[in-house]
T-cell receptor, first 111, second 113 residues
Framework: LAKTTQPISMDSYEGQEVNITCSHN???????ITWYQQFPSQGPRFIIQGYKTKVTNEVASLFIPADRKSSTLSLPRVSLSDTAVYYC????????????FGSGTRLSIRP | DTGVSQDPRHKITKRGQNVTFRCDPISEHNRLYWYRQTLGQGPEFLTY????????KSRLLSDRFSAERPKGSFSTLEIQRTEQGDSAMYLC???????????FGQGTRLTVV
C-alpha cells in the first residue's frame, strides 16, 4: 500500500503556478520526500527531493513543513508540456530497497 | 534518455507463452528495481537487486515470475505461462550507492492475447 496520499487529478492553465500537495502521515525519521513525474508511455522521472524546509531546482520547488507530514510541489508558470502524472514518495534513504508509488496526481494543463 | 535501457520496447505474445525482458542499468549502479504498471495506476514494485543479490520480492511476484541479475550488471525478468492479466508496462530502474534516487527506463509494454 502507498504510504502517501495526494489528489487524483488537477487542472490548470498555461502560465499559472501549480501547487500539488501530498500527505505523508506515516513518514519515518530517515525518509526523504521525493517527487517523480511521468509522461504517457515513459518511465517516471525524478523531479526533486528534500528532507525539510524548502528545496528549489531548475524544474520545481518543494515545500516541507516542520512536522514533515505533508509536502507541496510547486511548478512555476506551467506549460502544456507539464501535463503528466506526479507522484510523491517517502524515500527510505537508509536502504532504498523498496520504492512505493501511489496512484499519483494527474495534472492537465490547458491553453 | 536516463541511461537505463530496456529491451524489447513492445512485446505481443499469446497466452501460455513465456517471455523474457532485459534491463541494462546505468553503468556501475548497484541497485536495480523491477516494476509493473497498468493503465491509470502507479508503478507496482516487483523486486529489488543490490548487485547480484535479490533482496526484496513483492507478493505480486507469483511463481510464474522470476528475475535474475547474474553478474550484478544487466537483469532479466521472465514470465512463464503468460496470462491476459500480465498485460502491462514493465519498468526497470537503477540507482547508485548514494541511495538518493532511481532512474527509470522507458519500459517494456507487454500485451498478452
Amino acid at each position: 500500500l502507498a504510504k502517501t496520499t495526494q489528489p487524483i487529478s488537477m487542472d490548470s492553465y498555461e502560465g499559472q503556478e501549480v501547487n500539488i500537495t501530498c500527505s505523508h502521515n506515516n513518514i519515518a525519521t530517515n525518509d526523504y520526500i521525493t517527487w517523480y513525474q511521468q509522461f504517457p508511455s515513459q518511465g517516471p522521472r525524478f523531479i526533486i527531493q528534500g528532507y525539510k524546509t524548502k528545496v528549489t531546482n531548475e524544474v520545481a520547488s518543494l515545500f516541507i513543513p516542520a512536522d514533515r507530514k505533508s509536502s507541496t510541489l510547486s511548478l512555476p508558470r506551467v506549460s502544456l508540456s507539464d501535463t503528466a502524472v506526479y507522484y510523491c514518495l517517502d524515500w527510505i534513504y537508509s536502504s532504498a530497497s523498496k520504492i512505493i508509488f501511489g496512484s499519483g496526481t494527474r495534472l492537465s494543463i490547458r491553453p | 534518455d536516463t541511461g537505463v535501457s530496456q529491451d524489447p520496447r513492445h512485446k505481443i505474445t499469446k497466452r501460455g507463452q513465456n517471455v523474457t525482458f532485459r534491463c541494462d542499468p546505468i553503468s556501475e549502479h548497484n541497485r536495480l528495481y523491477w516494476y509493473r504498471q497498468t493503465l491509470g495506476q502507479g508503478p507496482e514494485f516487483l523486486t529489488y537487486f543490490q548487485n547480484e543479490a535479490q533482496l526484496e520480492k513483492s507478493r505480486l511476484l507469483s511463481d510464474r515470475f522470476s528475475a535474475e541479475r547474474p553478474k550484478g550488471s544487466f537483469s532479466t525478468l521472465e514470465i512463464q505461462r503468460t496470462e491476459q492479466g500480465d498485460s502491462a508496462m514493465y519498468l526497470c530502474a537503477s540507482g547508485g550507492t548514494a541511495n538518493t534516487e532511481a532512474f527509470f527506463g522507458q519500459g517494456t509494454r507487454l500485451t498478452v492475447v
